[in-house]
Each structure stands twice: as structure tokens, then as C-alpha cells.
């Protein structure tokens, strides 16, 4: 009976925070929308706008402190109190991002990157490490290897670009094929934007990324 009872009790609440995420207000985004200051622990609280704030987070240091997210986010655990009051930690490395000064930044391959163009399409630019073969001479043999390798692998830093999906959360390479996927939401974008020669496409992706915002506006929560 008791089992029962929690488990109704359970789905009511479920019910009750769906009916409350029906009713929010929307607005559609712009650049003084302002996003809430806090971590994120999932995109579902970015979606809408309900980071875990700083008077939630459990530090010493200073929340007056332009750093204050730069220095917390560099600690192995984040400890907060949660909706009920009750401590909680979770690790880095899963912390999905944060907001500053209206400002998303996203975690991708242990850094925190800045999401200079947001909409239903994102775009930003994020260090990736790459690692790549030496130069391997193929006339040194040896009874265990048939090439030599004459420095090893190397590890070098680039910077590269990236899409995201604000539907989904979803994390794109910049390059065509992966604006054709996004622009399927919108079909007659999509059937212009395919119908153009592989150099155009290379050369309007982003023109294309920002017709598809301008006429699919990202909607979230209203301040």
C-alpha cells in the first residue's frame, strides 16, 4: 500500500512540473536575453534557463569574483545544495557548462568554450587535441617491426568549429553534411540549401545556419 502511495504521489508531481513547464511564458531569443548565472548539470536546465546559482553552490570562493566560475570549474567535485535543500556533489566532468554575463559556455574535451552564436542552430569554436603519426621510414625493418617510427606519435592543440542543436543538445563538426541534417526541420531551407554545388555549400554554411534561425526563432523561457 505504501509502495502505491509513494508511487501516485510520484507521478502527480511529474504531472504538476510538466503542467508548469507547459505554462512558462516564451519569448524568442535575442542578444540582451539574458541567461541565469549558474552551472548546469544537463541541457535540459539550459533549455530552461534554471542553472544551479551561485548562492547554491558550496565554495569559498568569493561570488563577487569575476573568476569565481573559472576557479570553481578547475575542482574535481562541485558540491551544491539541490531544490530540497539537501548537499549534493557531482564530478566535472559531468557538468554540461555554465553562464556569465548572458553568456553560455559549453564542456567539450575538458575545457569550458564559449557559444558566441546562439539560436535553434548554434555555432562555436572550441581547442581540440590531435594526435598525429611521425614520419615512419619504410626501408628500416627489424625482426619486430617493418617500420620505424622515427619520433613517435605527436600531440598538437587545434582549434576547430562546431554546431550544436538547441533541440536536442546535440554536438555537430561544422561541415555540410551536418547542416543538411539540421536544416531538415525546416524542408524548403533544406531542398535550397542541398540543391547547390559542393562549393557553395562550403561557402554559405553559415549564412544558411543564420536564415534557419531567423526563420525557426529559439524560444526559451521569458525572464
Known amino acids: 500500500m505504501l509502495r502505491m502511495i509513494n508511487f501516485l504521489a510520484f507521478v502527480l508531481i511529474q504531472i504538476n512540473l510538466i503542467a508548469q513547464k507547459d505554462s512558462v511564458e516564451r519569448i524568442a531569443y535575442s542578444p540582451d536575453y539574458k541567461f541565469q548565472e549558474g552551472i548546469y548539470l544537463n541541457f535540459e536546465q539550459v533549455k530552461n534557463n534554471r542553472p544551479i546559482s551561485k548562492s547554491r553552490i558550496i565554495s569559498s570562493i568569493d561570488v563577487n569574483d569575476d573568476q569565481f566560475f573559472e576557479v570553481l570549474l578547475t575542482k574535481p567535485l562541485i558540491a551544491f545544495y539541490d531544490d530540497y535543500g539537501m548537499k549534493q556533489e557531482v564530478k ?15 564542456r567539450m574535451n575538458e575545457t569550458f568554450n564559449r557559444i558566441s552564436y546562439v539560436g535553434n542552430i548554434c ?45 536536442s543538445g546535440k554536438i555537430y563538426d561544422y561541415n555540410e553534411s551536418s547542416i543538411e541534417i539540421l536544416l531538415m526541420r525546416d524542408p524548403e531551407l533544406h531542398d535550397e540549401y542541398t540543391g547547390l554545388s559542393k562549393r557553395k555549400k562550403e561557402q554559405l554554411k553559415f549564412f544558411y545556419i543564420r536564415k534557419f534561425n531567423e526563420r525557426n526563432p529559439l524560444m526559451l523561457p521569458a525572464n
Open 123 to 167: 555555432h562555436f569554436l572550441a581547442n581540440i587535441t590531435v594526435q598525429q603519426n611521425q614520419y615512419e621510414d619504410p626501408y628500416y625493418y627489424n625482426q619486430y617491426y617493418y617500420y620505424r617510427n622515427l619520433n613517435g606519435p605527436r600531440t598538437t592543440t587545434e582549434m576547430r568549429q562546431f554546431i550544436m542543436d538547441f533541440d
Open 92 to 106: 566535472l566532468k559531468l557538468i554540461w557548462g555554465y553562464s556569465k554575463n548572458r553568456v553560455l559556455y559549453v
